[in-house]
């Protein structure tokens, strides 16, 4: 072998290892989601966490994919389903607890509770309660980066639900008026509440809805953390260019109810179980060729290695 | 920003030769959209800018109350004081111009109901002046009230006066005999009441409240105390409004101090009206507070 042709071969094994390792950290993230909120369940049905709780059991390729590709000084605005969001975002697992635990500690100081987490700090400012209500905030916190011409974005994540409210489409049109750098990350698990995508919405291709406001849109597999990771750093790059918003559409879907308090009733178990066989974890790890880090599958807390060694189940202080 | 606020110069003039002065960065014509408006507003304030929203009148905000209830007023608490908003927010209110139903609006009564937000009517060209740089310094959401028929009073306030106090009512008026409470573009009307009460030997002390949250009750309370009769007078509609809340307080601290009931002039109970005649009988007039007046003194 030629001297080139083994630089070569190194420097494609180091891609190759690098890929590897970033992958790794991909699962490692959604895996680390996905047990903090089991922990959720059992918390909440020991009477520990109250109030309304909104899993992303099933959307976590969104939170890991969509977070990772943005940098610290990007804003992030985002719903009452974002405990996903915060703990990619890097709040420390611990204090998204004592939140849920009404606690002083907690990363709202016990004021806000699942819905609302906040932490300046990492500029994630909520947590927002009102479907769509986060939009108009999150083109502020974009028209501040625009006039300091800072280079941050502001990303606002919602659902397939707040696309129907006003809320979103007034800051479409103000967002793309002004050019402001704001990523729309609609996570398009089917479902507002009870009410499927096409008994929402007259027209269910809401990146085509979103291009109309003049701005570049497309939708991707959100069950697909790659995928994800991809589109978001492509529009983030496109956003920087100062021409306005972007706009993703994620499709996903949440594997649990939509909140702690719904039966659930309104799907059929046969499609749950269609959408299970995409679970991102283990779609990711099948392209790994590896299993994932727990023994058996699906998982079950604090039988693994995972639930031992992740932060959340940290007894929370305070 | 606001709508047609820049080219225009705001629907009733306020922000006429901004835009030249400032630029269209600073001054900011915004599409219908009072949410998106507001809420960008309430962004902006967050990431440590200081903007001044305008919204047309106050019957069109309520388009935007879910941003100014649900997240202006409420971010720095359920953020654990992390989430300061130092906004300010302009409006038109008020009822007198013949503009009917859904144009007349007095809702900052209502406004001031919500904690996690500072509510100002200002009834002097002095504190139209000199309010808004206060409100600005403020770290917490400010909505400010403009009265309609205000917007052609003059006077020369001082161009650098001291920024007004945004804690205090203010004793328009210094009098004995009953105190006569209100705010706004009720103002003028007492004073007006007041004067004809002098001419008949009633001594009447006019409070302007100035604030409508926090209510300044150290003042309210202590004329009451003084004159031992009270009578509010406020535009909006008598059922769970700002003369309701005044009236409780007065009963809560002053109650032993009274030697009336407290009475109230407040607008009927109906959808303002078009006609001239009909929108007088509804709104608060210096006859039906002279009535108030000579029912508590009696
Ligand atoms: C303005 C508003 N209307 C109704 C609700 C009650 N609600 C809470 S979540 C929800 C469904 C929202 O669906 P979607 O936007 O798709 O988000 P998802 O819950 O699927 O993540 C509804 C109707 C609300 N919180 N806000
Ligand atoms: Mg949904």
Known sequence: MTARKRAHARRSADRAGGRAAHRQELLRDMVRIRRFEELCVELYSAGEIRGFVHLCIGEEAVSVGVLRALTQDDAVVTTYREHGHALARGIPAETVLAEMLGRITGCSRGRGGSMHLFDTGRRFYGGHGIVAGGLPVAAGLALADNLRDDGHLACCLFGDGAFAEGEFHETANLAALWELPLLLVCENNLYAMGTPLAREHAQIDLAARAASYGMVAWAVDGMDVLAVERATRRAAEIVREGHGPCFLELRTYRFRAHSMYDPDLYRDKAEVERWRHRDPITTLARRMHARPCARRWPPTTGSSSWARTSDATAAPSG | ?298
């Open chain 2, 1 to 298: 920003m606001g709508e047609d606020v820049g080219r225009y110069g705001g629907a009733f003039g306020v922000s006429l030769g901004l835009l030249d002065e400032f630029g269209p960065d600073r001054v900011r014509d915004t599409p219908l959209s009072e949410s998106a408006f507001v809420g960008a507003g309430i962004g902006a304030a967050i990431a440590g800018m200081r903007p001044i929203v305008e919204i047309m009148t106050v019957n069109f905000s309520l388009l935007a109350l879910d941003q100014i209830l649900n997240n202006a007023a409420t971010l720095l608490h359920m953020s654990g004081g992390q989430v300061a908003v130092p906004l300010v927010i302009r409006m038109t209110t008020g009822a007198g111009r013949q503009l009917a139903a859904q144009h007349s609006h007095s809702l900052e009564g209502w406004y001031a109901h919500i904690p996690g937000i500072r509510v100002l009517a200002p009834a002097t060209v002095a504190d139209a002046r000199h309010m808004l740089a206060p409100a600005l310094a403020d770290p917490d959401p400010v909505v400010i009230f403009e009265h309609g028929s205000l917007y052609n009073a003059s006077g020369s306030p001082e161009p650098d006066g001291a920024p007004a106090d945004l804690d205090s009512a203010a004793v328009r008026r210094s009098g004995t005999a009953v105190s006569l409470i209100t705010y706004g573009g009720s103002l003028g009307k007492v004073l007006e009441a007041a004067e004809r009460l002098a001419a008949d030997g009633i001594d009447a002390e006019v409070v302007d409240l100035r604030t409508l949250r926090p209510l300044d009750d150290d003042t309210v309370i202590g004329s009451v105390r003084r004159t031992h009769r009270a009578v509010v007078a406020d535009e909006g509609w008598r059922t769970g409004g700002i003369s309701a809340e005044i009236a409780a307080r007065i009963a809560e601290q002053a109650f032993y101090d009274l030697d009336a009931p407290v009475e109230r002039v407040c607008a009927a109970e109906v959808p303002v009206p078009y006609a001239h005649q009909l929108e007088e009988a509804a709104l608060p007039q210096v006859a039906g507070i002279l009535a108030a007046v000579r029912r508590a003194v009696g």
